[in-house]
């Protein structure tokens, strides 16, 4: 069987086209090389996937495969042996009928599985396909002959009849004759007149490599799903410095994995072989300390994954790759830990004509190794962030995993003044790295760290001062005065990139901390302290080489993040946030009530109140939303669109119905219309959406695209009366005011409103944290009356809200430019609810990305997570004496 897009002519020309430098083959080959993604299909996809996996047992899918490279030629062969098939190649889903029999067979259409099934579970499949609108087709058969047999059952033809053993038999060894060319070596000249404070301000701070990587950070859903336990950002700023990703297994689950990336090619740029050996060292080096600031279950549970970027087929070029190669294998030997995949790009190279004609050049892209590492984590909770937690009342210490002297060689500061290829590259030292690991471990798990970050790209001194911007804390940096007091010293020591890690750690707990760095082997020295000012200062000895604002050198640090936000966001909204930059604190979160969990949440009653999480296509917020009213105590229930349209389900059973998150028919009709248009234009479920809307004992809430769609439907905010407004007066959510979406977290202030009947009871006057994640939030009212009595009559349950807990306009803290501040719109009996955040994502304490650390330690620490309270209010409406009516 087949599962997902129909067939297109993409892909055809891959193979052809890599095997030789770009510029030399037809256009045509390019073309036909291109792969185009469809997110949507993808969904669809998994879907269908998932929802046959979690059949347990009766789990229909007996094998399956992705396909890629070969297309359906690749997958459906490697999928079938060794037994052999039959397939017909007209069975396949075909969106180019133009495209010949070899075309079908190799063409690498994407989003698309090969699967094996017993012949008796095609019916339950095709339910589960069609439910979820995911295409499929069946192709053949399995034989048990040995062969792949392709026939074509319009012409009668057989194109392809060979034994697999021939086609998927192991391959002979290639012997490649590789020829070594000799590089030149120099040593890193600094300018005689470069200052720390020049250095920092006219280019190391302004590096894409280091500087603030927020342009990629908030245009992309950083929350969905609700299991993400660390994200991109960190801080009470929200700075993207975060060293790992974690997510959890399941939301009632706190045991997870967690993920962390390295790269240097700096380091291997000059090209001899000591470069490309500690290149691939060095990448191994930086993921296991970005990994190592999560509990992880043992150093030798990480596994990784290796892409490698080489012009390997240019002269000179594969000795290079080879030694990078051995270094890899050496470094993982020694960890103790495991590389168990990868995937490589080979062809980086290009053909550039010049003005002359015959002539060319070959431009090569630099041999570059990432590395990637995945662990499992035995409780996502205990982590730490980069990010300063203490104002004056903590000690910096630094441990050094570097190897022989510092050097400048393959850092930033050499690429800011042009000298990439001079001077040696750092060593590791892996013992020490080992020891630290365990070191790092011991201390997370004993509640040791406030804060840790590891030495990379751009040296010590980014290191610290990104934890300062980060935690919105000043820093004083004391170090030992080189044994020569050379200059050369001096900015090896600060902008050196040798591997290495700094703690932030309280002053009553250093002495512990001693104890144990000491029984672990581990050298590590005091650098500095955390002051309550915003003031930064450096010294080698008595010589002040740094003395300025934490604030001026963060917006350095930011300035060419904003540059390049520039071209993809409306550039007022840019300006604005780069302005306001300087000017942001921690928000300013507060309660008035105090959370607690759901006593009876999970008690399996019979007489639970039930509520459907209604999905559509596209749809991608309905698991974290089930688990929010389930930790209530509501019996949840999976509700697709296609389940009200073909009658399986019907909403007259449930009390409640969420309207989730995500890109119904992909957004391509704007912002859920085209899921309001699959209710308005079915007279079956229009009628059952406005029964359930006119009972006096059901409640509804909008998230997000689920907001939209009950601003389209006219639940929110109603007429006068309680009836729908005309849709010339009916608000809308449209477009952002920044032009593109927006994932942020943001403070929102709880209104007194007709939602505390139902949704807020209790909440008002709270000021929280909550996540956003959409493109078309800001609110519209085509009719100002509307707008003066959705005021008047109370129906704004929420507002955004700036640092210092006043209603705003200013971007981002009010992400799409909704007027009044606006984030959602209620009924005038509070029983229906829509508002763009999503606080389904936050009802869990580790799912938030940044709390005062009051909320977290000590006697103030809340005992759950604050947006639980919206939930368990439905439960308590539905639970009244009356009802909820």
């Given at each position: ?51 046959c ?33 039959e ?48 295409p ?97 950002c960190?801080?009470p ?21 967690a ?5 240097q ?26 990994l ?24 000179g ?16 030997v ?14 980086m ?62 850092s ?33 798990a ?22 300062a ?40 707990d ?10 672990e ?20 000895g ?64 019979s ?7 209604v ?29 009200l ?24 009709m704007?912002?859920?219309k ?15 959406f ?88 800001r ?12 005021k ?25 430019g ?43 620490r ?24």
């Amino acid at each position: 069987m087949k599962l997902g897009g129909p067939a297109y002519r993409i892909g055809v020309g891959g193979g052809a086209a890599s095997s030789m430098a770009a510029g030399d083959n037809a256009a045509e080959l390019d073309f036909n090389a291109v792969q185009r993604g469809d997110a949507e299909m993808q969904q669809k996809v998994n879907r269908a996937i998932r929802a046959c996996c979690e059949l347990g047992a009766d789990n229909p899918i007996l094998s399956i495969h992705d396909q890629g490279a070969g297309g359906p030629g690749n997958v459906l062969k490697e999928i079938a042996e060794p037994a052999g098939g039959e397939i017909d190649i007209r069975k396949m889903i075909v969106g180019d009928p133009s495209m010949s029999v070899l075309e079908l067979w190799t063409a690498e259409f994407q989003e698309n599985h090969a699967f094996l099934i017993k012949e008796e579970n095609i019916k339950l499949f095709e339910q589960i396909c069609q439910r979820e609108r995911t295409p499929f087709s069946v192709v053949g058969r399995v034989t048990g002959d040995g062969k792949i047999v392709v026939k074509d059952s319009r012409d009668g033809s057989v194109p392809v009849d060979l034994p697999l053993e021939k086609v998927l038999g192991k391959m002979p060894q290639k012997t490649f004759d590789m020829k070594r060319i000799a590089t030149m070596s120099r040593e890193l000249e600094l300018p005689a007149s470069m200052t720390v404070p020049a250095a920092l301000t006219s280019g190391v701070l302004r590096l894409v490599s280091v500087g603030s990587k927020r342009f990629l950070t908030n245009k992309v859903d950083r929350s969905v799903t609700g299991l993400v336990a660390q994200q991109q950002c960190v801080g009470p700023l929200h700075t993207p410095l975060a060293n790992f990703a974690c997510f959890a297994q399941g939301p009632l689950a706190t045991t997870g994995a967690a993920t962390a990336i390295g790269e240097q090619p700096l380091k291997g740029i000059n090209g001899d072989t000591p470069g490309c050996k500690a290149m691939a060292r060095l990448a191994v080096a930086e993921a296991l300390t970005n990994l190592m600031w999560i509990k992880i279950s043992s150093l030798d549970s990480i596994k990784a994954s290796g892409n490698w970027m080489w012009a390997a087929k240019l002269e000179g070029e594969g000795p290079k790759m080879y030694d990078a190669a051995s270094a890899l294998s050496d470094i993982f030997v020694e960890l103790g830990a495991a590389i168990d995949g990868g995937k490589d790009s080979l062809s980086m190279a290009a053909r550039v004509p010049l003005s002359e004609p015959g002539k060319g050049e070959t431009a090569k892209s630099p041999g570059q190794l990432v590395i990637t590492m995945y662990a499992p984590v035995p409780d996502v909770r205990i982590k730490v962030t980069p990010d300063l937690k203490s104002h004056g009342d903590s000690v910096l210490l630094f441990v050094d995993l570097g190897s022989g002297a510092m050097t400048l060689g393959g850092s930033s500061l050499a690429q800011v003044i042009g000298q990439t290829d001079a001077g040696t590259p750092p060593e590791v030292n892996v013992t020490s790295l080992k020891a630290a690991f365990s070191a790092t471990q011991r201390l997370l798990a004993g509640g040791l760290l406030l804060a840790g970050h590891d030495r990379s790209d751009g040296g010590l001194i980014v290191t610290v001062l990104e934890m300062a911007f980060a935690g919105r804390v000043g820093v004083n940096l004391k170090l030992d005065k080189p044994t020569k007091g050379s200059t050369q010293e001096i900015f090896a020591t600060l902008f050196g990139e040798s591997p290495g890690l700094v703690y932030e750690v309280r002053r009553s707990d250093l002495t512990a901390v001693w104890r144990l760095l000491e029984s672990e082997g581990v050298e590590a020295v005091e650098i500095g302290s955390t002051r309550a000012d915003l003031k930064v200062s450096v010294t080698f000895g008595t010589e002040s080489v740094l003395d300025s604002d934490i604030t001026e050198l963060h917006d350095v640090w930011e300035a060419t993040s904003f540059q390049l936000e520039r071209l993809q966001c409306a550039l007022p909204c840019v300006e604005e946030e780069e302005a306001g930059m300087k000017h942001r604190k921690a928000p300013p979160y507060s309660l008035t009530f105090a959370p607690e969990p759901t006593a009876d949440a999970i008690l399996m009653k019979s007489d639970k109140h039930r509520v459907a999480i209604v999905r559509q296509e596209g749809s991608n917020g309905d698991r974290e939303m089930a688990a929010a009213f389930h930790m209530s105590g509501f019996e949840v229930w999976d509700v697709h669109m296609s389940d009200l349209l073909d009658g399986r389900v019907t909403l007259d059973k449930f009390r409640g119905a969420a309207f989730v998150g995500g890109f119904s028919y992909a957004d391509t009709m704007d912002s859920a219309k085209g899921w309001a248009g699959s209710v308005l234009f079915s007279p079956a479920v229009a009628s059952q959406f406005k029964a359930f809307r006119d009972r006096h004992d059901t409640f509804s809430l909008g998230i997000c695209n689920g907001c939209q769609l009950l601003a389209l439907l006219g639940w929110v905010p109603g007429s006068s009366e309680g009836e729908t407004l005309p849709l010339s007066q009916q608000p809308r959510f449209v477009h952002n005011k920044s032009g593109r979406f927006e994932s942020r977290f943001v403070t929102v202030g709880i209104e007194k409103s007709a939602a505390s009947k139902v949704w807020l009871r209790g909440m008002e006057g709270s000021k929280l944290g909550v996540w956003v994640a959409h493109g078309e939030g800001r609110c519209h009212f085509p009719d100002p009356a509307v707008f003066d009595r959705v005021k008047k009559d109370e129906l704004i349950p929420m507002r955004y809200l700036d640092d210092d807990g006043k209603q705003t306009q200013a971007y981002p803290l009010n992400p799409n430019g909704s007027p009044d501040a606006i984030v959602g719109l209620c009924s005038k009996d509070g029983r229906h609810l829509a508002i763009m955040p999503h606080p389904e994502r936050v009802t869990i304490s580790w799912q938030w990305p940044y709390q005062p650390q009051a909320w977290m330690e000590g006697p103030s620490r809340l005992k759950a997570a604050p947006w639980i309270r919206m939930f368990q209010n439905a439960r308590s409406w539905c639970d009244a004496p009356n009802g909820g009516a």
